[in-house]
């Protein structure tokens, strides 16, 4: 974030590599932004392509490891995420059939985002916390001064 002088604070996404902004390059930003979330977005799809980081799994362990989703849930995100290249489904021939999900190699290019996305959730939930404590404490001085 850059801190402009009028106080106000800018986020840069909008610049371009030559570090200019305009009406256009914010359009184009947006639009980005917005293509990642439609195929990225909803509840499961990050924390389904997180379980798999730690290797393949069956439809069965994936819904165990993701504990709240229903099997159509599930069944539909595994879809999405493989129309768009992130998931292979791996079909072995034994009796009874299984299904085997793994990460793309082209996953490997949401790496980033998703340690930025991590590193950012953790920062918010502890300033969250702290923010929580510091109001109870405030809140607990106040009664504590009214009740003397």
């Known amino acids: 974030m850059k801190v402009q002088s009028d ?3 800018s ?3 909008c610049s371009e590599s030559n570090n200019t902004r305009t009406k256009e390059t ?3 930003a947006a639009n980005a932004i917005k293509d990642t979330l439609y195929v990225l977005g909803g509840k499961w799809k990050l924390p389904i392509l997180m379980t798999l980081a730690a290797g393949p799994q069956r439809f069965g362990e994936l819904q165990k490891a993701l504990e709240s989703i229903t099997p159509k849930v599930l069944s539909k995100e595994l879809r999405e995420l493989e129309l768009n290249e992130f998931i292979t489904r791996t ?3 034994t009796t009874p059939v299984t299904v085997e999900y793994s ?3 082209y996953s490997k290019s949401l790496e980033k985002v998703l340690l930025e996305l991590r590193d950012w959730g953790m920062a918010h939930r502890r300033r969250l916390k702290e923010s929580s404590k510091a109001r109870r404490a405030a809140a607990g001085k106040a009664a504590e001064a ?3």
Do not use: Y
Request: hydrophobic letters at 30%; one cysteine or more.
């Open 91 to 93: 079909v072995h021939p």
């Open 26 to 28: 914010c359009k184009k």
């Open 7 to 9: 106080n106000t604070r």
């Open 11 to 13: 986020i840069e996404v």
């Open 103 to 105: 990460l793309t190699t």
């Open 146 to 148: 009214a009740s003397r």
